[in-house]
């Protein structure tokens, strides 16, 4: 089992940054990938980013150019940095761990922060 714990969550305007961090403990030597999710209210959770543990990284197209994420192994933290906010953007954010999928293209989410809070305004 992961436990993950999400913070850096806050208000922004458009075009502001933020950076979201998650802490993992637990069996994380289990976690062969990890990613951000997020969920806007009344729409379904989707995908944002996701790092293998051999550093590639995926990206929603939404997200692409804008949004780098990160692993610092050595504090078992994983990080979004969220450049030029949108009002889109606006959503609860998820960090999860998981294995990649049989293609590897993938990462089957199997543990789940609480989530922390972006809302971005005009």
């Known amino acids: 089992q992961v436990q993950l714990v999400e913070s850096g969550g806050g208000s922004v305007q458009a075009g502001g940054s933020l950076r979201l961090s998650c802490a993992a403990s637990g069996y994380t030597y289990s976690s062969r990938c990890m990613g951000w999710l997020r969920q806007a209210p009344g729409k379904e959770r989707e995908g944002v980013a996701t790092?293998?543990?051999?550093?590639?990284?995926k990206y929603t197209d939404s997200a692409k150019g804008r949004f780098t994420i990160s692993k610092d192994h050595a504090k078992n933290t994983l990080n979004l940095q969220m450049n030029s906010l949108k009002l889109e953007d606006t959503a609860m954010y998820y960090c999860a761990a998981g294995v990649p999928t049989y293609s590897g293209r993938y990462c089957t989410y199997s543990s789940w922060g609480q989530g922390t809070q972006v809302t971005v305004s005009s």
């Open positions: 790092i293998f543990n051999d550093g590639s990284t």
